[in-house]
């Protein structure tokens, strides 16, 4: 899972451009009984309680496992894509001032959109999900 802007931002200055709790709920909720995988960075973004369901290591695109879900905020998703069975980018509907940027063009390389819904954040009056599946070989 990824947050991306308008223009495919995701970072500026090595920072998030933004976060929504609503989100941030709606993600576990994804998860279910799985829990999240993530990185100490992305972690601190969620409350105490939120931690009980997270899985927190720095290498956690290189350890998550089949059917997991792994939330994305600062490295590159590309190593790992014969991994990756969904990508799923959450659309925060504004443009922010970014300089690193997800590359779409990754999502012409045997993926399909499965899905898309909106729903409305904290901060964020739409927030746009998108799913992408790996086309079967």
């Known amino acids: 899972m990824l947050c ?3 223009k ?3 970072l500026f200055n090595h920072r998030r451009q933004s976060q929504d709790r609503i989100l941030r709920s709606h993600i576990l909720s994804l998860c279910g009984a799985r829990g999240l995988w993530l990185n100490a960075y992305s ?3 969620f409350t105490q309680e939120e931690h009980a369901r997270l899985r927190v290591d720095d290498r956690f695109l290189a350890l998550a496992g089949a059917g ?3 939330f994305v905020e600062d490295q ?3 190593p790992f894509l014969d ?3 969904n990508i799923i980018l959450f659309g925060w ?3 922010y001032p970014a300089d690193r940027y997800f590359d779409r063009t990754v999502l012409r390389q045997g993926w399909t959109l499965r899905e898309t819904d909106e729903f409305v954040g904290y901060s964020h009056a ?3 999900k998108e799913v992408y599946e790996k086309c079967k070989k």
């Open 93 to 95: 509907n504004r443009a």
């Open 126 to 128: 739409k927030i746009t």
């Open 4 to 6: 991306l802007d308008n």
């Open 8 to 10: 495919d931002g995701i």
């Open 68 to 70: 997991d879900y792994c």
């Open 83 to 85: 991994k990756i069975e």
């Open 76 to 78: 590159r998703i590309e």
């Open 43 to 45: 972690a601190g973004q």
